[in-house]
Each structure stands twice: as structure tokens, then as C-alpha cells.
């Protein structure tokens, strides 16, 4: 991990605790940051996730890398019991202080602390690119999962115009940092989190893996031109 005066962000090979102490970092403006750096998109990129898992009321849902629970909250709109799981305490207890009524629990998504086909969905928002073995979290979901439950990736992913592209990854790399430093409490993880997009494999790619991994009728939805992507799978 790379220290500095202004912070600390993890390196690309992902180890758990120095992802669990960069997110401890940025715990106390995270949810603020997001909504700043996204320019408001990523409530409807939430509400597209709870859409595409096709909740309904009395369903079991688990939200791995669910930070504050600001993505657990919105699945329980749809009437499910829906719980979240994190490796960051920091973001657990700062989700606790705005969110006590939201289950939140500590929990690595490569050991989840749940039994087999426990839930009916589970789904990872902008937490599946920092895991550092992609393939055993895929696996560790479906293990979770009773077949013929759902799956929802929600994960920031590859532009499909070339233009656009071009002009994302410049703001990926230039401007987000720069954004950040002015709202987060930790502004040199976002230099790991643009990073760790740009590293990340396209849709097609994830796609492949989410098939390998025990899921099967995968297939994937782009939102904001393939700055995100939502990928759908069921467990076989």
C-alpha cells in the first residue's frame, strides 16, 4: 500500500486488508463522493439493480460489498429481506450511524459467512473489481445461492462508443482525481479506483467468467453507454 500525506489506496493486486483500509479511509464522505463523481447517476444505476433482480416481498437477498448499505437499503424497497456484507468496518459502522435499521454484517466476499443456497439473489455493486481473486467470489455468490436464484453484477465496465470511451477514460484518469480531492476524505484511493476500472475486463470478458463460475443464462445490460454494466445470471 501506498502511503502519503494525504491518504493511502490500495495496489492493483487487491490484497483484503489493504482494500478493507483504503475503504475505512473513505467511509465518512463515500456516499457523497459517489454521487459527485458520478454526476448523480449512481441512484438510478441502483435502482437498475434492484429492477434486474426481480425481487419480490419475502425473498432473501444478499448485497456483497455493500459499503454503508446505501445499495441494501434500496433492495429492500422491493418488500425482500435484504441484507449487506462488507470487508471494511469503517464503512460498516459509518453505514450503521446513517442506516441502523439496514442488517449489515462483516464479511469477506471469498468467505462468505452464510450457509449453502441461503439465499434466493445475491448481487455486488462496484465491489467485484476489487477482489483480488475475481473467479472464487463468483463461485463463493453461487455457493450462497439456491438454484435457480439470481445474480445482478452491477460494475463499472467498457464504453461502447469509441469517442466517448476515449473521453471517459480522460476523466477516469485526470479530472476524477482532481474531483475527489475536493470532496473525499481519502482522495488517493480514487487514483486506485480509476485505476482498477481501467484494468477491468470488458462486458463479453466478465461475462465468460460469471458462465464459468456455476451461473448459467448469463447476459448483460449496458447503462450510461457501458460506463456500466449490469450482468444477470441465475445459478444452475
Same mark, same amino acid.
Given at each position: 500500500?501506498?502511503?502519503?500525506?494525504?491518504?493511502?489506496?490500495?495496489?492493483?493486486?487487491?490484497? %483484503?486488508?489493504?482494500?478493507?483500509?483504503?475503504?475505512?479511509?473513505?467511509?465518512?464522505?463515500?456516499?457523497?463522493?459517489?454521487?459527485?463523481?458520478?454526476?448523480?447517476?449512481?441512484?438510478?444505476?441502483?435502482?437498475?439493480?434492484?429492477?434486474?433482480?426481480?425481487?419480490?416481498?419475502?425473498?432473501?437477498?444478499?448485497?456483497?460489498?455493500?459499503?454503508?448499505?446505501?445499495?441494501?437499503?434500496?433492495?429492500?424497497?422491493? $418488500?425482500?429481506?435484504?441484507?449487506?456484507?462488507?470487508?471494511?468496518?469503517?464503512?460498516?459502522?459509518?453505514?450503521?450511524?446513517?442506516? %441502523?435499521?439496514? +442488517?449489515?454484517?462483516?464479511?469477506?466476499?471469498?468467505?462468505? %459467512?452464510?450457509?449453502?443456497?441461503?439465499?434466493?439473489?445475491?448481487?455486488?455493486?462496484?465491489?467485484?473489481?476489487?477482489?483480488?481473486?475475481?473467479?472464487?467470489?463468483?463461485?463463493?455468490?453461487?455457493?450462497?445461492?439456491? +438454484?435457480?436464484?439470481?445474480?445482478?453484477?452491477?460494475?463499472?465496465?467498457?464504453?461502447?462508443? +469509441?469517442?466517448?470511451?476515449?473521453?471517459?477514460?480522460?476523466?477516469?484518469?485526470?479530472?476524477? %482525481?482532481?474531483?475527489?480531492?475536493?470532496?473525499?476524505?481519502?482522495?488517493?484511493?480514487?487514483?486506485?479506483?480509476?485505476?482498477?476500472?481501467?484494468?477491468? +475486463?470488458?462486458?463479453?470478458?466478465?461475462?465468460?467468467?460469471?458462465?464459468?463460475?456455476?451461473?448459467?443464462?448469463?447476459?448483460?445490460?449496458?447503462?450510461?453507454? $457501458?460506463?456500466?454494466?449490469?450482468?444477470?445470471?441465475?445459478?444452475?
Amino acid at each position: 500500500m501506498s502511503h502519503t500525506p494525504q491518504g493511502q489506496r490500495a495496489s492493483l493486486d487487491k490484497q %483484503p486488508h489493504e482494500v478493507a483500509a483504503m475503504f475505512d479511509g473513505v467511509a465518512a464522505r463515500y456516499d457523497l463522493t459517489n454521487t459527485v463523481l458520478s454526476f448523480g447517476q449512481d441512484r438510478s444505476w441502483r435502482r437498475a439493480t434492484r429492477a434486474a433482480l426481480g425481487l419480490r416481498p419475502g425473498e432473501r437477498v444478499l448485497d456483497v460489498g455493500a459499503g454503508t448499505g446505501v445499495s441494501t437499503e434500496e433492495l429492500a424497497h422491493s $418488500g425482500a429481506y435484504a441484507v449487506g456484507a462488507d470487508l471494511s468496518l469503517g464503512m460498516l459502522y459509518a453505514g450503521k450511524r446513517t442506516r %441502523p435499521s439496514v +442488517p449489515l454484517l462483516a464479511g469477506d466476499a471469498l468467505r462468505l %459467512p452464510f450457509a449453502d443456497a441461503s439465499f434466493d439473489a445475491v448481487t455486488i455493486s462496484f465491489a467485484l473489481r476489487n477482489v483480488n481473486d475475481t473467479d472464487a467470489a463468483l463461485a463463493e455468490l453461487a455457493r450462497v445461492t439456491r +438454484p435457480g436464484g439470481r445474480l445482478v453484477v452491477c460494475e463499472f465496465s467498457t464504453p461502447v462508443n +469509441p469517442a466517448f470511451r476515449t473521453v471517459y477514460l480522460s476523466y477516469l484518469m485526470r479530472s476524477l %482525481p482532481a474531483v475527489a480531492r475536493a470532496v473525499s476524505s481519502n482522495p488517493d484511493a480514487y487514483v486506485y479506483l480509476a485505476e482498477s476500472i481501467r484494468a477491468w +475486463p470488458d462486458q463479453a470478458a466478465l461475462a465468460a467468467r460469471i458462465g464459468a463460475a456455476g451461473w448459467g443464462r448469463v447476459a448483460w445490460r449496458n447503462l450510461t453507454g $457501458g460506463v456500466v454494466a449490469l450482468h444477470r445470471a441465475v445459478r444452475n
